[in-house]
């Protein structure tokens, strides 16, 4: 079934409605074909929040904070994932969210298959920049719920439909990451600026390979 298929069925009739044979009748494809790919309507859904979640370019993104400075990484990091997770997103993210939080069996599937590998490659990659001495110390698992609970946040602001945080969804990524990585007090007067990022290290990388 073609990637667009789920989220425009489940945005328009809602998740508990929408029947697992109508997801290949709204593709143009045949209906077993989509038996090939997803065992039952669930399994198409945490297939769905999986893409979402792009797990299988976790490992490749965060290998490029490597030799790059934090700053520079982590806003180029948070402004794709704010792209993926913006107005595109956003009708299919409130059918299927929902679900996901009141199914325990579910929600449980969805941890172990999708935010549970996500969060480890996120511990490896942050105890990594905190052993190189780019990151200070700090517990790598609790951090990286710490990361993904800002950005979390935003997301259901806007999906409650906050009209400030719709309006400005595009400047968060830059703003959140000066927040993390520098925090709420000034700079003292003689501070130096943010270095600059080697030519190793270019923000458009985490794009070029989708």
Known sequence: PTPAAPPALYAE????????PDVPRRAGVA?????NHFADKQD???GLLDR??????????LAAAAGAPFPEFLAA???????VLGAPSQAALRAVLSEVLVAPALRQTYHDRVLGPTFALAEEALGRLAAQGTIRPTDPALLSRMLAAAAFGLLMLRLLGDPETTDQWDDYPAALAELLTHGLLP???DSPGPPDPPASFNPS??????
Do not use: K, Q, V, W
């Open 13 to 20: 009739r809602g998740y508990p409605r929408a029947t697992h």
């Open 31 to 35: 209906d077993g074909t989509i038996y």
């Open 44 to 46: 198409l859904l945490l």
């Open 52 to 61: 979402l979640n792009e797990s299988d370019d976790r490992a490749p993104d």
């Open 77 to 83: 990091y948070l402004r794709h994932r704010f792209r």
């Open 187 to 189: 700079d003292p007067p």
């Open 205 to 210: 990388d985490l794009e070029e390979r989708r």
